[in-house]
């Protein structure tokens, strides 16, 4: 009966021993989660990784980081346009002038009203041909000539001054070539001039050609009207300077 009750009593202490020793875990959640300290929201802040720091987390061992990036690099801008090249100014020339086609070519474009846009450049020739009545004898007799011509309707000419073979010969114009002089010549006899000639002039002879700049379409189509009355003119478009 002793016995008995000691062996009790072993028993007893060996079972609380282990409750001691191995209780906790008997009792304890197997899925409840470990209690962590609360997080501070408001202190929480995200880092973008650079490259480099990618570089280092992928060094470090153990660790398997795939990095995407935070924000969506903005695609580069498209290449500018080439700018486009200035538009040269275009310059209409027509000529050559001198004498009484010089001033009706120059009255006609009055009636245009270019303005700044016309201007003139003069060209100077080493040989040509012209339209002249020969020396007379005194100033009287070229005054009296003169006065002819007006009443003829003939109003372009130039009396030859100083000392010389020419002097008091009148000209009637000068001309490139010798069909232009004898046409002219023919237009001086319809208005009945009879003492006019058409000789060659060696010493230098200066002509007007009329620029015009940026001319609109109406305008070059008035122009080419305007050429017609001037057959032995010359007229052209270009790139101004050329």
Not at 149 to 167: A, D, F, H, I, S
Request: one cysteine or more; aromatic letters at 8%; proline letters at 6%.
């Amino acid at each position: 009966m002793t016995k008995g009750i000691v062996g009790l009593l072993l028993l007893a202490n060996l079972a609380l021993f282990g409750w001691m020793r191995w209780g906790e875990l008997l009792t304890q959640d197997k899925d409840a989660l470990t209690v962590q300290s609360p997080l501070n929201a408001d202190k929480v802040r995200l880092l973008e990784l650079s490259a480099p720091s990618a570089v280092a987390a992928k060094s470090l061992p153990g660790t398997s980081l795939t990095l995407s990036p935070l924000l969506t690099p903005a695609p580069p801008p498209p290449p500018a346009e080439d700018a486009k090249p200035a538009v040269a100014a275009s310059c209409t020339e027509w000529g050559e002038f001198s004498g009484a086609d010089l001033a009706r070519a120059a009255q006609a474009l009055e009636t245009m009203k270019l303005g700044d846009r016309l201007s003139q450049r003069i060209v100077e020739q080493d040989h040509g041909y012209w339209v002249y009545i020969p020396p007379l004898k005194n100033k009287a007799a070229v005054e009296r000539k003169i006065e002819q011509l007006k009443v003829r309707g003939v109003e372009e000419y130039y009396v030859v001054q100083g000392e010389g073979t020419w002097m008091n010969a009148i000209s009637l114009g000068v001309f490139k070539t010798e069909e232009a002089a004898q046409k002219y010549l023919a237009y001086l006899r319809s208005k009945t001039v009879r003492s006019a000639k058409v000789g060659e002039r060696s010493s230098k002879l200066r002509f007007t050609v009329f620029v015009m700049k940026d001319l609109d379409a109406a305008a070059l189509v008035r122009l080419e009207g305007l050429h017609k009355e001037f057959p032995d003119s010359k007229l052209a478009t270009s790139a101004c300077g050329n």
